[in-house]
Each structure stands twice: as structure tokens, then as C-alpha cells.
């Protein structure tokens, strides 16, 4: 996403959340490990080979990866894992069989790739951006298309269902997603819905590459579009201009806080946004927004501290959910529902443009 302005911190002077429960240093740094095994088996097909069969058959599995895959570094993950309690290794090792707890990982990993393929550059990178020998953006990068693939990731396991009972309440024809990624969700959304079409928008050049992929994949070239643009900026160009002019209903999920970066557009962002599809009148719009400084947990949720702690290093500012509701209501957009969504002090809502 464009990022349109750099404040020196992403979180207000005075916030400092409700301090829970110390993490130790043992759960730190196990769970510094952890992550990384998490997303090498995702990586590595492993994780998807155990959700279709419960259990993965190991010399198999190295048979069908080839030879250039390393079988001692595999069965050391896949170690590493059942020392997690993750998977249980049975026949020496050649046997390995998913847990109740590995499942729940599983339907979780859309997080470890998010945060270990997208975003560890970033985090491990925290002392350079510190001493001003990086800059985010110029030689510290995310990796765009593993934030995306984390974000399809976790609509899949536990967003998608949400979504799909809003979407039942809302007619559409031609849906637009704004920030698409790779494009799961349009094509999910649009392939349930017979003679529908859409529009999957991202910034990101990998990420619309990996789109195209999953439209065809899904069956959906002649109905659903993968097109690199800025959200704000697509109706300005002539190669998109009609197919923007026919979206009655616009999606966009944990993109808003991007746009909302820069406190000078910050109170016109919707406007613009309804300027920018002027026959929307449907925006159906989530974000994961700043904690309250009042809530009292005895632990951290996942999620919620490397949200932060990312977008506070890129110099994106978040917003509580007070702040959305004013910006919403200043462009004349009407909460019809609103509901929790999924991912820690995630909302989603239904607006209708009036």
C-alpha cells in the first residue's frame, strides 16, 4: 500500500495499552522459534499435505518434493514441531500425525506468514530504522506477497464465514475489493454469487501477479479482474475507467489504516473513496484498529502486538474504532451492521451511502 505520510509514531504519546500478564523469556524465545518452523512447513507443502490426510507419510513426502529438497532439514522442522507438541512422530520418525493443537496452528498459520514471510525484514531490521542506517521502504522492505498470502490465509480459516453472512444481506452486481491482495476473496465471493462480477485493486505488483493466478485458478477469468492501481487513484484511468463505472459495492479489508496515514487527507479519505466509485452505494469496509487503552486482559491476543509494533515501524498511525465511526459519518456513511471479525479488535462493517 502507498504509504502517504511518515509521523514519527504510529501509536498517540499517551497510549500505552494495559500491561498483561510479563511474557517470559523462555516463551519468547521459544515462540521465536516456533513461528519460523510454523512457516517453513507451510512453505514447504507439509502443513497442507496434513490438513488433506492427518498424517504425513515422510519418505513419501520427500519422494514427491525431488531431490532438491533436504531430507535431514525437513525431519529437524518436523521435529522441531512435535517438540511444540504440534505433531506426534511415530515408525522412527517416518510418521508424522497432526494434534489437536497442530490443527488449531494450522488454521492459525495465516498469522506466521504474515508476520514471519511478510514482516520479520522489518522487525529484525527495528535497530537500523532506529540508528537511521535504513529507511523503511528504501532498503527495508515487507515482503508483499507473503502479507498478502497471510491475509488469504486467515479469511479462508476463520473470516470467510463472517463475511458470507454479511455479503447474504447485500445486493450486488459488480463487487470491488479494495487492497485484493492475491485476489482469494473477490474470487470466493463472486464465484458463490451467479452472474455477479468483480474487481480485485492492490498497489502491489507481486501480489496482482498472484491474483491473476488465483482468478484462473478459481475458473473466473471472464468475470473477475486483477488490476494494479491505487485505490484512489483508479477511476483517474482511462485503461479502468468502465469497469469502475459499473461497481455498485465496494469491499476493503485491512487496507483503511494505510489510507488513513496521512493526517492532512485523513478527513476526506471516505469522500474520496465514494468520489472514487460514484455508483457505490454499498461499502462493506474491515480494519483491525488500535487497542483500547482501557481494556483489561490478563494476556496479549495474538496478533495485536506485531500489528502494532509493524505499522509503528513503517510510521503508520493507527486509529480506535471512536475515530472510524466519526470519519464514516463525516462522508455521509451510515453503519447498517456492524460485527467482530475474526482478528483481535478486528469490525466489519456495512455502510450505506446516502
Excluded at 42 to 65: A, I, K, Y
Excluded at 224 to 252: E, K, N
Aim: hydrophobic share 45%; proline share 5%.
Amino acid at each position: 500500500m502507498t504509504l502517504l505520510h511518515t509521523p514519527p509514531s504510529a501509536l498517540p504519546a499517551d497510549w500505552y495499552g494495559s500491561a498483561p500478564a510479563p511474557i517470559g523469556v523462555d516463551q519468547a524465545f521459544n515462540g521465536y522459534v516456533a513461528a519460523t518452523v510454523v512457516h517453513t512447513l507451510d512453505r514447504l507443502g507439509v502443513l497442507d499435505r496434513l490438513v488433506e490426510q492427518q498424517t504425513l507419510d515422510v519418505p513419501e513426502f520427500m519422494r514427491s518434493t525431488g531431490p532438491a529438497v533436504r531430507e535431514r532439514v525437513v525431519r529437524e522442522v518436523l521435529r522441531a514441531a512435535a517438540v511444540c507438541g504440534w505433531l506426534r512422530l511415530e515408525d522412527d520418525g517416518d510418521t508424522a500425525v497432526l494434534t489437536d493443537a497442530g490443527r488449531e496452528t494450522v488454521r492459525m498459520r495465516g498469522y506466521f506468514t504474515w508476520a514471519v514471510g511478510g514482516y520479520s525484514g522489518l522487525f529484525s531490521g527495528a535497530a537500523q530504522l532506529a540508528t537511521g542506517e535504513a529507511t523503511f521502504g528504501v532498503d527495508l522492505l515487507r515482503d508483499e506477497a507473503m502479507v498478502a498470502l497471510g491475509s488469504g490465509q486467515n479469511d479462508r480459516s476463520f473470516m470467510a464465514g463472517t463475511l458470507d453472512d454479511v455479503l447474504r444481506g447485500v445486493d450486488f452486481h459488480t463487487i470491488a475489493d479494495l487492497g485484493s491482495g492475491i485476489s482469494a476473496r473477490v474470487s470466493r465471493v463472486v464465484g458463490g454469487r451467479p452472474g455477479t462480477r468483480g474487481l480485485g485493486l492492490d498497489i502491489s505488483g507481486p501480489a496482482t501477479e498472484l491474483g491473476h493466478r488465483t482468478i484462473a485458478d478459481a475458473g473466473l477469468d471472464d468475470r473477475v479482474r486483477a488490476i494494479q492501481a491505487d485505490v484512489l487513484d483508479v477511476c483517474h484511468r482511462d485503461a479502468h475507467r468502465d469497469a469502475i463505472a459499473g461497481v455498485d459495492t465496494v469491499m476493503s479489508f485491512f487496507l483503511l489504516h494505510d489510507l488513513l496515514a496521512d493526517p492532512e487527507t485523513r478527513p476526506q479519505l471516505f469522500t474520496r473513496l465514494r468520489e472514487a466509485f460514484p455508483a457505490a452505494r454499498t461499502f462493506v469496509l474491515a480494519d483491525t484498529m488500535l487497542r483500547p487503552d482501557a481494556e483489561d486482559s490478563a494476556t496479549l491476543p495474538v496478533f495485536s502486538l506485531g500489528y502494532e509494533l509493524a505499522h509503528a515501524l513503517m510510521g503508520v498511525p493507527l486509529h480506535t474504532k471512536e475515530t472510524y465511526e466519526e470519519l464514516f459519518a463525516a462522508a455521509g456513511l451510515h453503519p447498517l451492521r456492524t460485527v467482530a471479525f475474526g482478528t483481535p479488535h478486528s469490525w466489519l462493517y456495512v455502510l450505506e451511502a446516502r
